[in-house]
């Protein structure tokens, strides 16, 4: 599934990160990357964890070559695919993303009542669930059931409500601490994952754009029965709790509550563990 079960991941040197890591699994469906998509290249984004403090703490670029040069097999395989020995940086990028690229989209049973048609793969409720999903609940305005595969996210940036209250009265402050960070020429990822409060700043660190305080990336919905916790900080235990988030948030964004019954919000849950998929192994 490619992901932690934890609220925020931890790093190698045991720190604490601020956000809830995402699947690697819908990689190939992302046009950005990060929570607040703050990087939009797949071959930028393959080796931004190894110096990132809070993930593997290599000192940096020229430190992690070096440790890929340590490893005889390593330099093999390098110079069986570059043709050199003298590896660089751009070779790693290139090795990374390869990877990371073929990582599969895995169907899950609903991408496969899709392309089937085949009505007994769903069960009652969980067709239920999808009418409710398109109809009255509308999740599918930022969730789409589009795209083949199904992306389940619209790629936006949403407001959450999910943490923003915590910080929004102190935004001038943190803008000090983001332009302090950047003048020590600070990376925009170290910062984020180390200062939970300018983590919930959302899309907005990466644009200045005020409309973007607190708003966050649409989160794919596959394989979320399996992902929990939820929301980009984890602060969401339960999918119950989530999609019950969800429904009160939306609403209230929306001005008009959406008013749906428990027998309903069992129906959509149900639909969304429907969005899982037979555990694949890792291509190696
Ligand atoms: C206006 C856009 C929008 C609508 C409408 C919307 N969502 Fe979301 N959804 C988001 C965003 C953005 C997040 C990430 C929030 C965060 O991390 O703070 C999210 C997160 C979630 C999550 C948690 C995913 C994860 O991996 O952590 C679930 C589950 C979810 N939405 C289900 C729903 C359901 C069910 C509906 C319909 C009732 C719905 N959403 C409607 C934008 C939307």
Redesign the pocket.
């Known amino acids: 599934m490619f992901i932690d079960a934890k609220p925020a991941s931890e790093g190698v040197h045991g720190i604490l990160g601020t956000r809830?890591a995402?699947s690697l699994a819908d990689i190939n469906l992302m046009s950005s990357f990060f929570?607040d998509g703050r990087e939009a290249k797949l071959e930028d984004v393959s080796i931004l964890a190894f110096t990132n403090p809070a993930e593997m703490a290599v000192p940096d670029n020229q430190a992690l070559v070096e440790k890929i040069k340590q490893n005889d097999k390593h330099i093999a395989r390098f110079e069986r695919i570059f043709d050199s020995r003298d590896i660089n940086i751009d070779h790693v990028k290139t090795a990374m993303t390869a990877y990371l690229r073929s990582i599969p989209v895995p169907p899950t049973r609903y991408d496969r009542y899709l392309q089937s048609g085949d009505h007994s793969l769903m069960s009652e409720d969980e067709l239920a669930g999808i009418a409710i999903?398109k109809g009255k609940?509308?999740?599918v305005?930022?969730?789409p059931l589009q795209g083949d595969p199904v992306h389940f996210t619209?790629n936006l940036?949403?407001h959450?409500?999910?943490?923003f209250e915590k910080v929004s009265g102190n935004v001038n402050e943190m803008m000090e601490r983001i332009q302090d960070a950047e003048s020590k020429g600070l990376a925009l990822g170290t910062l984020i994952l180390s200062d939970p409060d300018v983590a919930q700043l959302g899309r907005f660190v990466a644009t200045r754009d005020p409309q973007d305080l607190g708003?966050?990336?649409?989160?794919?919905?596959r394989n979320?029965a399996n992902?929990a916790p939820?929301?980009?900080?984890g602060s969401?235990l339960t999918?119950e709790e989530?999609?019950e988030y969800?429904?009160y948030y939306?609403g209230l964004?929306r001005g008009r509550p959406?008013n749906i019954t428990a027998e309903e919000k069992r129906q959509?849950t149900a639909f969304?563990r429907a969005l899982d998929s037979p555990p694949s192994s890792p291509p190696l």
Do not use: K, Q
């Open positions: 809830n995402p929570w999903f609940a509308d999740c305005e930022c969730h619209d940036y949403h959450t409500g999910i943490g708003a966050f990336r649409t989160p794919s919905l979320i992902t939820y929301m980009h900080d969401v999918l989530a999609v969800e429904i939306r964004s959406i959509l969304l």
